[in-house]
Structure formats: structure tokens, C-alpha cells
């Protein structure tokens, strides 16, 4: 037999218990869902998962709204609970301020990448043209050829590039830089262009070597300027999710808690108060019957004295009305 | 007999001389330089060259144009016309022309045999060598294990041959870091060629030993100059001189005594000063010493 709710978990949550609501949880509570049937859920208290959170389980609607503004978590109204939902907003106070100054340092860091990616930009369009001229006076001078005899008597890189990580506000940022590989043959003394060409040849080197300078670094900040963008992202992200959804879900239970609290506390207070007038008037009662035993045992003593018991005439007159064996009519 | 050469000179020479008087008149001049440094892009170079000799070599090529393709086709024009004058030539003009290639080859050959050494396809190599050094047999340098089968093999038909036998012996050539073996080869070459050019006498003798002279001057103030601060010892760099010119010998002395870009210098003025005072300079000579000097200048600075 269904039984309707009692009326106190209708009086302060929303006047319907849309089933449809649910699915906005997230699908690790979809089987607690479907163990228990919907109808029920009013009733039930949930269980406390082991080390989980029960704020997550269960979040009610106030007033039929659907915004993150008038969520609320389920919790049980105790004064326990109470304390609890205290710790966790002023963690989560704590936590968006720091979020907050997180997320501006690294806005800051981010301008400041930005201004030196276009400079750098800049110089290395200059560079780049700069380099290419240096190999185009190297091949007027040394044979068109020079480009192939280079690369043919190379072996291996002399100039290569690794990375390392940099911390940056908390945030690990990569960063490339160049290095000149030593066993990898000898580069200045090189005789490629002996007898003709040999000092445009070095010129071009020199030329290319810069150019790669600029591309390393710019390279690092850009991959820099990427994952900045990222951690910025994420971290606003999280600082809006706290403003804007947590802390006052936190708030509303807190005030959810508080206003059952002070209901408990008002029902008891009635309680009593009923209790109270019970007795008051059950004392009164008895006064009122004791009273008139009073009366009437003096009436009695009163009648017997003149010879009549009026409570005898009263007695036979009543009791005529039953069966007695002893009288015959 | 001079004076009367003009006589038969038709014979021989006549045709070829037509031809070459006009790619005299074909060359690019001044005021197409000064167009060609008006163009915005590439095509526009495009148009302009069309207007001149290299106009049917480019026409062809499809619109998004590269700077290699250009240099490709313009090369591609030298080796047609210098192919057809080589066909149309008889002795010993033939052979003054083909002489002019063996600056080429020896700079494929040493191409090849690099890149053979680090192991590079043989197919792509043979793409990058000039057009004008190109010969029968070369794409057989890349089976060679070591430079003794090497020239056993394959130059020992080419007209390299004399150079490699002259001047390395086998052991040489694998210890030889081949920038020196390409001078060496380069200096037996200019020898020979010089040696070629006395031969006829006359105006070619005349002409020829002052260019050549010119050339391995200046080659030997390049290698002075590139060599200082690198490995290279100075009796190594003596040996890559050539032995004529106006420096030989005693400049030759000097020029390998150097350490420094200044000291060359000196040394330099000292014996284009010299030249110059001596009477059998002529002024072509001391004119095209001029040119190395800006050049060294502009090194000094």
C-alpha cells in the first residue's frame, strides 16, 4: 500500500518529484537509480558509499528550477551534517581564491609570451630572408652545385635541439634550446669551397645558424603560448564551477539544513506544547470528576439521611432496562 | 705566317664564329638586368626573359614557377648551344672545347664518389651533377669499392686519367680528404691546359696563358685565404698551387708562408706591384688583377 509522503518532505523541496529529473546525474548513480524503485526515493535515506561523498548521490530541484543557482544537495538534516556542509564551503571559498590568483598569474604570463612570439615573428621573417641571400651569394660564387657537395659529405647533424620542462605558475611549460653536438664532425674547419667560395660558404653557415637560433625559440614559445592556453582554460574552468555551481549548491544546503533543523526544533516545541495542554486538561478532567464525586457523595449521605438512595432509585430504574434473573416481569 | 691566317681561317672556323658572334649579341645586357630587378615575382621574371634567348626554354613550364626550375632551364640552354658547337667543331677546336668541360667532370666525379662513400642512391647523385660534366661511363663510379678500382675501372678511359695518374698514387687517394684531392685534380688540370693553349701559338697562346695565368692566381690567393685557421699544413698547401702564373714561384713562397688575411694582403700588392712594373704585363693582365683585389677588400673588412 502506497502511502503519500508526509508532508514535511513536500513543505520545503519542490512540489513535484520529476522522475525525469534524474537523468541529469552522472551515470555512476544511474544503478543505485534503478535498484530502488522511483516512488520510493522520497522515503529513502541514502546509504553512505565507502569514502564517497554523499552530496553526490542525489541533488533536488528548489522549486521546480532547473538552474545550478537552486540546487541543492541531499543530505540528512543533522547537525553533524550541518557541520560538515560549514568545512566544505569555506574549503571551497579557500579554493577559489586560489584558483583565482592562479588563473591571473597565468594570464599575465600569457601576454608577456604573446608580445615576444610577434617580435620574435618579426625577426626571423628578417633572418630567414637574410639566410636564404647568404646561400644564394654561396651558390653564385662556389658553382650551383655547392648545395650538393654540402650535403653529401655530411653525416650527421652538428647542430641539434632538445627540450626540458620549465615550471611556470605551476604549470609545466616545454622548452627547446640548441646545442652543438661535438662528435659530430668538425664544422669550422671545414674545407668545402677551397678554392672558390669557401668564405661565402662560412658566411651562410653563420647566416643559418642564427636563422635556427630564432626558429628554437620561437618554437618554444609557441608550444609555451599552447599549453598556457590550456591550463588557462582548465583553470577558469574551475574557478567558475566553484563560483557558480558549488558554492552555492553548499549554501542552499546549508540553509536547506538549518531550515529542517529549526522545523524538528518547532515540531518538538509543539509536541510538547500538545503534550503540555494533554495533561493540563486531563488534570482538569480529574479535578472536574473528582468534583463531582464530591457532590454527589454528599448528595447521597444528604438523600440517605431523609431515608431514599438516590442512587439505588437510580440503580433500579436503570438496571430495569436489563435482564435481572431475580425479577419475574 | 701572320697576317694570312684570315685566308683559310673560313674553313675551319667560319660557321662557329657566326654562332658565337651571335650569342655575343645574345647575352643579357644592362637594361634587361635593370628589368629583371623591377620584377615583383616570378613570373614576372618569366615574361621578361622571354623577351630575350631564354624565351623558349621557359615557356613551357607550368605557372606555379620555382627558382630552380628557372636556373634549370637557363643551364639547360648553355649545354644545347655549347652542345652543338662541340658536334659542329673540328681539330683542335674540338678539343680546346672539350677541355672546357673537364672543370665539370672533375667536380661530378668527385660528387659521386662522396656520396658514394656515405651511401647515397647512385640515381639521385647522378641527378645532381652539372649537365656540362656529364660522360659515358659515369654512373659506373658508384660500383667502386675503394679509389684503386676506382680509377682502374672507370677514369682510366676518361680524360681525367692523366690527371689521377700524375699527381695521387692509390694509397692517396683513400687517406685524401676530398676537397684536396678535387684541388689537386683542378691543378693538373690547369696545367695541362695550359700546356694545351702553348701548343697552337698565336693569338690562342696569347690569350688563353693570360686567362689561365688570372685563374691560378686567384685560386691560389683563395686557398691561402680559406685555408688559414683550418687543418690544412702549409706544404699541403703548396702542393695546390698551380706552377705558372705570375705569382710562381717566389709569390707561390710567400703566399704559403702566410697565417694571417693581412699578411696575404701584403704579399699580394707586393707582387701585383711587381707584375705591373714588369715590362711583359699587358694591360688586360693588370686590369683583371684589379678585380681579385676588391674582392680581397671586401674579405679584409
Known amino acids: ?329 | 705566317m701572320y697576317g694570312f691566317e684570315a685566308l683559310t681561317f673560313n674553313i675551319h672556323g667560319g660557321y662557329l664564329e657566326a654562332i658565337v658572334r651571335g650569342h655575343r649579341s645574345g647575352l643579357l645586357t644592362a637594361a634587361d638586368y635593370n628589368n629583371l630587378c623591377q620584377c615583383e615575382t616570378l613570373d614576372d621574371i618569366k615574361m621578361h626573359l622571354s623577351a630575350t634567348e631564354y624565351g623558349p626554354y621557359l615557356q613551357n613550364e607550368p605557372s606555379p614557377l620555382h627558382t630552380t626550375t628557372i636556373v634549370e632551364k637557363c643551364t639547360l640552354k648553355l649545354v644545347d648551344e655549347y652542345k652543338h658547337m662541340l658536334c659542329q667543331a673540328t681539330e683542335p677546336l674540338s678539343t680546346f672545347l672539350e677541355y672546357i668541360t673537364y672543370g665539370h667532370m672533375i667536380d661530378n666525379v668527385v660528387l659521386i664518389v662522396t656520396g658514394t662513400l656515405h651511401e647515397r642512391d647512385v640515381q639521385e647523385l647522378l641527378e645532381k651533377c652539372h649537365p656540362l660534366g656529364m660522360f659515358d661511363s659515369i654512373a659506373t663510379l658508384a660500383v667502386a669499392q675503394n679509389m684503386h678500382e676506382l680509377y682502374r675501372l672507370v677514369l682510366v678511359d676518361t680524360p681525367l686519367a692523366p690527371y689521377f695518374s700524375e699527381c695521387i698514387t692509390s694509397e692517396d687517394l683513400d687517406d685524401m680528404n676530398i676537397e684536396i684531392m678535387r684541388n689537386t685534380l683542378y691543378k693538373a688540370y690547369l696545367e695541362d691546359f695550359y700546356k694545351f693553349c702553348q701548343k697552337p701559338g698565336g693569338a690562342t697562346a696569347e690569350i688563353m696563358s693570360d686567362l689561365l695565368a688570372f685563374e691560378a692566381d686567384r685560386r691560389a690567393v683563395n686557398i691561402t685565404i680559406n685555408s688559414i685557421g683550418t687543418e690544412l699544413t702549409r706544404d699541403d698547401r703548396r702542393k695546390l698551387y698551380s706552377n705558372f702564373g705570375l705569382l710562381y714561384p717566389y709569390g707561390h713562397e710567400e703566399l704559403a708562408a702566410c697565417e694571417d688575411i693581412d699578411q696575404c694582403v701584403c704579399h699580394y700588392l707586393f707582387q701585383a706591384k711587381e707584375i705591373c712594373r714588369s715590362p711583359s704585363a699587358s694591360p688586360s693582365v693588370i686590369g683583371s688583377y684589379a678585380i681579385p683585389w676588391e674582392m680581397l677588400m671586401s674579405w679584409h673588412s
Open chain 1, 1 to 329: 500500500m502506497h502511502f503519500p509522503p508526509p508532508s514535511r518532505f513536500l513543505g520545503q523541496t519542490g512540489k513535484e518529484r520529476v522522475e525525469g529529473a534524474f537523468f541529469f546525474f552522472p551515470s555512476a548513480t544511474s544503478s543505485f537509480l534503478l535498484r530502488f524503485p522511483v516512488g520510493d526515493l522520497n522515503r529513502r535515506i541514502p546509504k553512505k558509499k565507502e569514502g564517497s561523498q554523499i552530496a553526490v548521490v542525489q541533488i533536488d530541484y528548489l522549486e521546480g528550477r532547473m538552474s545550478g543557482q537552486g540546487q541543492r544537495l541531499t543530505v540528512v538534516p543533522t547537525v553533524t551534517m550541518l557541520g560538515v556542509m560549514k568545512a566544505r564551503l569555506v574549503g571551497a571559498t579557500r579554493g577559489h581564491a586560489l584558483l583565482k590568483k592562479k588563473s591571473d598569474a597565468l594570464t599575465v604570463q600569457f601576454r608577456a609570451i604573446l608580445k615576444k612570439i610577434v617580435t620574435t615573428k618579426e625577426s626571423m621573417g628578417e633572418i630567414m630572408r637574410a639566410s636564404s641571400f647568404a646561400l644564394t651569394e654561396a651558390k653564385y660564387v662556389a658553382g650551383e652545385n655547392i648545395k650538393h657537395v654540402v650535403l653529401e659529405s655530411v653525416k650527421s647533424a652538428s647542430l641539434r635541439v632538445r627540450s626540458r620542462q620549465e615550471n611556470v605558475a605551476g604549470v609545466k611549460l616545454p622548452r627547446f634550446e640548441h646545442f652543438s653536438d661535438p662528435g659530430a664532425g668538425d664544422t669550422k674547419a671545414d674545407l668545402t669551397g677551397l678554392a672558390r667560395g669557401g668564405q661565402q660558404i662560412q658566411a651562410c653557415r653563420a647566416a643559418h645558424i642564427k636563422a635556427i637560433e630564432v626558429l628554437v625559440e620561437l618554437a618554444s614559445l609557441q608550444t609555451s603560448f599552447l599549453t598556457l592556453d590550456e591550463a588557462i582554460k582548465t583553470t577558469n574552468r574551475r574557478v567558475n564551477a566553484l563560483e557558480n555551481v558549488i558554492k552555492p549548491r553548499l549554501e542552499n544546503t546549508i540553509n536547506y539544513i538549518r531550515g529542517e533543523l529549526d522545523e524538528l526544533e518547532r515540531e518538538d516545541f509543539f509536541r510538547l506544547k500538545k503534550i503540555q495542554g494533554y495533561k493540563k486538561r486531563e488534570i482538569e478532567r480529574q479535578l472536574q470528576a473528582a468534583k463531582q464525586f464530591a457532590e454527589e457523595q454528599f448528595a447521597e449521605k444528604v438523600s440517605l439521611k431523609k431515608g431514599i438512595s438516590i442512587n439505588s432509585a437510580h440503580n433500579l430504574l436503570v438496571a430495569g432496562a436489563e435482564k435481572d434473573e431475580d425479577i419475574i416481569f
